[in-house]
């Protein structure tokens, strides 16, 4: 019996330890940081979320393609809904929207990413301070 509760109270303190970065978090607060695609450019991207609304902006217009909606964050994914009407002059898969794997780095810092094929869409972003 002795040997048991040991075990237990190993498996519960290494549980503790453990914590899981990916717990959900909030996402409040303004991001900046940056945006790339497999084999193109990185350019600085801002976004603000705050409750479960978006609102942002490239600094090269339409890569990424980032207006402003609302979004849904689950454990391992964030899920956007864009707002925005859009021309048909670009390529719509630059625009900040649907389903992407989200890690929360730090305290601070998130990554959220999609994968195409061999594309991957990737922003890292950094909480600001004010």
Do not use: Q
Not at 42 to 57: M, Q
Not at 83 to 108: M, N, P, Q
């Amino acid at each position: 019996m002795k040997r048991v509760l040991t075990v237990i109270s190993i498996v519960l303190f290494l549980a503790v330890c453990n914590k899981n970065n990916n717990d959900i978090r909030s996402l409040d607060g303004r991001y900046g940081g940056t945006f790339s695609r497999t084999g193109m450019d990185t350019v600085a991207v801002d976004i603000t979320f705050i409750g479960n609304l978006f609102d942002g902006y490239s600094t090269r217009t339409k890569y990424p393609a980032i207006c402003n909606g609302s979004f849904e964050l689950n454990k391992n994914t964030v899920v956007f809904h864009d707002s925005c009407v859009w021309t048909a002059d670009f390529d719509w898969t630059f625009i900040l929207d649907g389903e992407y794997k989200i890690h929360f780095e730090d305290e601070r810092t998130v990554r959220i990413w999609r994968e195409n094929g061999t594309l991957k869409d990737e922003y890292m972003l950094m909480k600001l301070i004010r």
